[in-house]
């Protein structure tokens, strides 16, 4: 028995030589040829796969398939984790709304293109989604690198498309994520995918927030021993804490380390970080990419290569159109617009490891696999000489184009450009209106935070009963009490900010000037209460409904039922006011430098206006 575990011990050890030495040998090939190394991988991996070289009489040389794709999954997680450390939060953060909408039309658009070719195809809905959720992903690592070496990187339209690609590797985390989930579950009716939307969001919510509040702290202590080795410990620590949160969750791993990452990345200490994790991520990375081509039975090639021609010709052909369309909408002149569009049609990394998810579950048929392969392959040959034909096709789309259209485009683009500037202008009303929103949410996220990590704790209740001998009752009508105690806070705030933002709404609609001038005609003073009431109510009643499901997870537990959790919460209330205050105040904080980018000076300057609400907590 010991002679076979140190068998196998060695067959894992020599099919990683073999792997990356294969692995070695072409990635130096392809960038002696000038391409990207992925490319060189996926090679490797076809080469040293279990379909390759038995048409060929030989013998597989890898053994421990399995192994390797379990090696492979721990290479997505830490190269997301990298992934996140180079983007970092506030970089995603600072994005402008019309990069974020212009990737998001983009993204929607390419999904249901996708799944629209998936079904003309005859596939099935499965491999539709994820055929669609595939081709919606752009290569960061190949068009970032053709920007840079064509000296495109700082230029207008290179902004553009670095924003639109830091878009879609944040949703490609999030498509992971969600078809993870999707193929986890039974059934995917739409209350699962909702269910499943919401579990998402609740978990990018506190894991952004806490981990902004608790992580660099972490991070700060470690780097006073001037260790790299326990600084990349703690590190991995928290990337596979975090993962290991989000799979007992039933959310992809590999979102909970991308997460972790982001917020390490803002950190005094990322660069470093980046550094010292870079070889680790680099090795499981190309590990990773080996599996991809591993994947790919080559005895298929007659099935999937006319199907991977046309998904590239769709796949080109829609994402230059709609990039441009998107680009152009949001207020940019006709040449900008195409050169975004056509430094976009490459498909990316991302798209391999959506495809890959779906193959590990056998969610999708094993064809799917090469498809994809060969259509990132196709257009990243295609992709250099599309790029660099931008300026000639703009040169040649507006010489060829006829004198009434190109005075359409040209009026329709000032017009954009009209529209853009003047949503940009900002009235008293509107910073009004936008700095009650920003009060708003945040606390609502502070609650919804809050919930969601209670309702998580509920589940280990049985177990620390035991262990601190208290009745499992009691102890969650305890834990349910305290952190609806910490809601009251924000539960405060945010009555008080949808009472400003109702009166400024139902002002400008009516017209404060009017109404102070003409009080009492045709009953103005009662329509602005009207109104200001019948929106108050509105939004009560949405935010009432969203939590709801929550709110019924803590308050019936056991045998107790809502009394009993409300009598409780009165008197914590009162035995710990001042203490839920500065937490509240804690994570308030947190909460504005993570989604807001309000540090700690801007948040004073902003909340002179909330001294009255201040007063009023600590006078309740």
Known sequence: MPGSEVSQEFALVRDFAIIMAVAGVTIVIFRKLNQPPILGYILAGLIVGPFTLPLLGIQSPITNVESIRLLADLGLVLLLFGLGLEFGWERIRQMGIRVILIGTIEIGLMIAIGFEVGTLLGWSVKESVFLGAALSISSSAIIIKILHDTGSLFKPHGKLIVGILVVEDFAAVLLLSLLSGVISIDSTTPGDIAGLLMKLTLF?????????????????????????????????ALCFGLALIAEQLGISAAAGAFIIGTVLGDTSHSKELSQTMGPVRDIFAALF???????????????FILPALVVSVVFITAKVIITTVATFVMGHDGRLALKVGMGTPQLGEFSLAIIKVGADHSAIGAFLYPVTVVTAAITCFVYPFIFRSASATS?????????????????LSDWLISIRTVLSIQGPITTKVRHSSKVMLVNFSIIAVLIGVATFLLR????????????????????????????????????????????????????????????????????????????????????????????????????????????LIGVLAVLTWRTSSKIHNLLQSAFNQTFLGEFPADIELETKKDAQIERQLNLF
């Open 289 to 303: 990419f080996v599996s991809v081509g591993m994947l790919i039975d080559i005895t298929l090639v007659a099935d």
């Open 204 to 236: 990018f919510i506190s894991a952004l927030g806490l981990g902004a509040l608790f992580a660099p702290r972490i991070v700060n202590f470690v780097a006073r021993f001037k260790s790299h080795e326990t600084l990349l410990i703690v590190s991995l």
């Open 460 to 567: 280990f209740v049985p177990e620390l009963s035991k262990v601190i001998k208290l009745h499992e009752s009691i102890l969650a009508l305890v834990l349910s009490a305290f952190v609806l105690t910490l809601c009251v806070p924000s539960a405060i705030f945010i009555w008080k900010s949808l009472q400003a933002i109702t009166d400024d709404l139902s002002t400008a609609i009516l017209g404060r000037t009017f109404i102070l001038s003409s009080p009492n005609i045709w009953g103005k003073a009662n329509l602005h209460s009207l109104i200001k009431d019948s929106v108050l109510m509105l939004m009560v009643g949405f935010l009432l409904i969203w939590s709801l499901p929550f709110l019924s997870q803590l308050l019936f537990i056991g045998s107790f039922s809502a009394p009993i959790p409300i009598i």
């Open 395 to 411: 040169t040649l789309i507006h010489r060829k184009s006829p004198d009434l259209l190109k005075n359409y485009v040209g009026i």
